[in-house]
């Protein structure tokens, strides 16, 4: 099946610095998705994104899909970014299955 | 409109009982997953329905293992005779299709999730 891998896996920031965490995976997709799992475990999508870039505030996106990577960009980061950062994808041949990266653990320091 | 819903948000057993999870999802959502969790890892895809049929299911679902969703509403996700490798969060998620928002999309909404203890 489709592989989707997430670098960096951990990441440590001081507050009001940038970072770039990037999605790789195997095969083509049909959607990717971008999730934030906060301290208590909830998942919040940040951006769907097959395709092209999209800008959230200080989030912004971007997949390049024929290359096969997406990039989330985080600008001025704030403790509240801290968490775990998901990458989800369906593969063309997968239906509507949705496939979870490994994540990127954010901790970012006052 | 109040999100997708779990419940219980927390179940400690006994190996050997069975225990079973509700997802309610967003009303107008006709896709729902069912999704486990282990400390530090990715979500793991376990199985999926588009309205009441179950589209597909991983091999990490084992026998053990059942998933309905009577009448394309609110689904059940049933472990018997559970073991301890089963202590997860089960997360819940739907999603619309709605093919005149973007073909293809499909964007998930997640509940708060199930934890499971096994002792």
């Known amino acids: 099946g489709i592989q989707v891998e997430q670098s960096p896996p951990d990441l440590i920031l001081q507050e009001g610095a940038n970072s770039t965490l990037r999605c790789n995976f195997s095969d083509s997709v049909n959607n990717l998705q971008w999730f934030h799992q906060n301290p208590w475990g909830q998942l919040i999508n940040l951006f769907y994104?097959?395709?092209g870039t999209k800008q959230n505030g200080r989030l912004s996106a971007t997949t390049v899909a024929t290359e096969r990577y997406s990039l989330l960009y985080i600008s001025s980061s704030q403790t509240t970014d801290s968490g775990v950062y998901f990458c989800a994808v369906g593969p063309y041949t997968g239906g509507f299955k949705t496939i979870f990266g490994a994540g990127t653990r954010l901790f970012v320091k006052a | 409109d109040t999100g997708v819903s779990q419940n219980p948000r927390h179940k400690i057993t006994k190996r050997g009982q069975n225990v079973t999870f509700r997802c309610d999802p967003i009303?107008?959502?006709?896709?729902l997953y069912w999704y486990r969790q282990t400390l530090g890892q990715g979500p793991e895809f376990l199985t999926y329905f588009q309205n009441e049929a179950q589209l597909e299911k991983s091999r990490l679902l084992s026998d053990r293992f059942s998933a309905e969703r009577p009448k394309g509403s609110f689904s059940t996700l049933e472990i018997q005779r559970t073991e301890q490798g089963d202590s997860a969060m089960y997360l819940c998620a739907s999603s619309l299709d709605d093919i005149g928002l973007q073909s293809g999309a499909n964007v998930l909404t997640f509940g708060a999730g199930s934890r499971l203890t096994v002792l």
């Open positions: 994104i097959p395709s």
């Open positions: 009303s107008e959502h006709n896709r």
